[in-house]
């Protein structure tokens, strides 16, 4: 089992550029979700997903978007990147009473 | 509304002593989960300690224990005889609906020799 895997690791954007961050997690997990971590904070739901196709607002949605086609796979879409999205990215996927994080991906909006 | 309060920034421990981080909830659902996670400067998140609100007794994994108050509304991370390799930000969370945490700002343990 991979677990929970995040491409990329890092990546810089400048301001009004679009990306995608991927997450893929091998175990059947239903549920996930999309963590950001600014510095010295704890982590924020964006987004998350009980299953494929569907999909629901965490605390800080806006300038994001996700998708849920599979189990597998649940991308974070940042359109029109800005400087306040300058954070880590966490994805996870829940079973029983633990949450399994993938590794992070530290973005940059310059 | 759901919170978790974490009052300590920083915390100073020499190597083998115990140490303890403070966390405190709030929640009007009686049915929740507690969790303790570590982060190194490497930055990933790893899960240390489970406490449900049903559990009759404390957590405890290892040398890591969770001292659940749940009149107070605490739960409290203790880790024995400390190691260097203990040196990290420690994050408090509370699992809401539907799985997702609700984190502390956490607090940063440094373990001296």
């Known amino acids: 089992n991979a677990g929970v895997t995040q491409t990329p690791k890092f990546r810089i954007l400048k301001i009004g550029q679009s990306m995608t961050l991927q997450c893929t997690q091998d175990m059947n997990h239903n549920y996930m979700y999309w963590y950001r971590q600014d510095p010295g904070m704890g982590l924020k739901l964006i987004y998350y997903s009980v299953g494929a196709g569907i999909t629901d607002k965490g605390e800080v949605p806006n300038g994001y978007n996700v998708s849920r086609s599979t189990t597998e796979d649940f991308p974070l879409r940042l359109e029109l990147a800005a400087p306040s999205q300058t954070s880590v990215y966490f994805c996870?996927?829940?079973?029983?009473?633990?949450?399994?994080f993938g590794p992070g991906t530290r973005l940059t909006v310059t | 509304a759901q919170k978790i309060t974490q009052t300590q920034p920083g915390m100073f421990v020499q190597e083998k002593e115990a140490v303890t981080l403070d966390c405190t909830y709030d929640t009007s659902d009686p049915s929740y989960g507690l969790f303790w996670y570590k982060q190194p400067s490497s930055g990933e998140m790893i899960f240390l300690i489970y406490q449900g609100s049903y559990d009759q007794q404390n957590a405890t994994e290892g040398r890591y224990s969770l001292n659940f108050q749940k009149a107070r509304k605490s739960a409290n991370l203790v880790i024995s005889a400390s190691q260097l390799g203990d040196s990290a930000m420690y994050f408090c969370a509370m699992r809401e609906g539907l799985g997702a945490l609700i984190f502390g700002k956490g607090t940063t343990l440094s373990v001296s020799s």
């Open positions: 996870a996927s829940w079973a029983t009473y633990e949450q399994y």
